[in-house]
């Protein structure tokens, strides 16, 4: 199972990547500015780094400073590395991690577009291809480790927290924005592969999030719900979660269903007919309200000092 949902995560976001979604499209741009993002932090970045798959703006809350080294897990577009690239400056480092090879090609290409307030290339960036539960960095090399919206793809989370602590520095801190579960959500969602994709399924217990970052080492964890509502997304035409409507994929999910189109919403008729998987999460999201079950939250986290 694990492996399957890696492969249709990857496919879904690789689509993502080539599908064009920019902050030109207002409703990409009013979904990033309902988690935080600010018109002028997205004005001093390429449009495309924005694809409307944030779920926060964690570097708003990262208390990055001058000649830091952080690193972004599931950067995508280059969006947040971008911004920290400025933050940090050009005696710090960015580094972005993502699984997908569209998107880090994608990031590259923004990244080389990318200018500082005084109009100069950002040459603090770098990009890796990797999975987040195995980091290609060094022990102790990193000052603060942030992300959005994606820890909650992971099929092995634990090993994701492990990897964060490993990489951090003592005293190093995480500051991440992720979906979150108030209450357990019916089975109806929690099977359902297109939620998995859209960023629900796959989110943990808020208790059991704050368990594993203890498991790992942090202390002090502090989880917040920053009450955003999650329906913002469907600002993106046929958005579901942080599902884009164009993830569309030939993957064959579990369980043998295909996923054809947008990985949460019904086809209209001159699209590919939708599948089971389509229909039953179409269902869900008509009887459920995901706000019920699903929070942004904000996660802060220290790894302690000996």
Do not use: W
Request: hydrophobic share 45%; charged share 20%.
């Amino acid at each position: 199972m694990p492996t399957k949902i890696t492969d249709v995560v990857r496919e879904s976001y690789g689509a993502v990547a080539r599908s064009g979604l920019s902050s030109d499209q207002a409703g990409v741009k009013a979904v990033a500015q309902a988690f935080g993002y600010t018109a002028e932090e997205l004005a001093s970045i390429p449009a495309e780094a924005n694809m409307g798959l944030s779920c926060g703006n964690p570097t708003a809350s990262a208390h990055l400073r001058p000649g830091e080294v952080v690193l972004d897990l599931g950067s995508g577009g280059g969006l947040d590395v971008l911004l920290a690239a400025q933050k940090v400056g050009p005696t710090g480092l960015a580094i972005g991690i993502d699984m997908t090879p569209d998107m880090i090609h994608l990031a590259r290409r923004n990244a080389e577009r990318a200018r500082d307030a005084d109009g100069q290339p950002l040459n603090n960036i770098e990009f890796h291809l990797a999975t987040m539960d195995r980091l290609p960095l060094a022990d102790a090399s990193v000052d603060c480790v942030i992300s959005n919206c994606v820890i909650n793809l992971a099929p092995d989370k634990p090993a994701v927290m492990r990897e964060i602590a490993r990489v951090l520095k003592p005293g190093g801190r995480l500051a991440v924005s992720d979906i979150a579960l108030k209450k357990p959500m019916p089975a109806a969602i929690v099977n359902d592969v297109a939620a998995y994709v859209g960023c629900i399924a796959g989110a943990l217990l808020i208790d059991d999030y704050r368990q594993q970052l203890h498991d790992a080492g942090f202390d002090p964890i502090e989880i917040v719900d920053t009450g955003s509502d999650l329906n913002a997304y469907a600002q993106v035409e046929n958005q579901a979660g942080c599902c884009s409507p164009a993830m569309q994929s030939s993957q064959a999910a579990p369980g043998g269903l295909l996923i054809v189109e947008s990985c949460c919403a019904p086809s209209s008729a001159s699209q590919a007919p939708v599948s089971e998987l389509h229909q039953a999460f179409a269902e869900v999201l008509k009887t459920h309200d995901i706000n019920d079950f699903a929070a942004s939250v904000r996660i802060f986290a220290l790894k302690p000092r000996p």
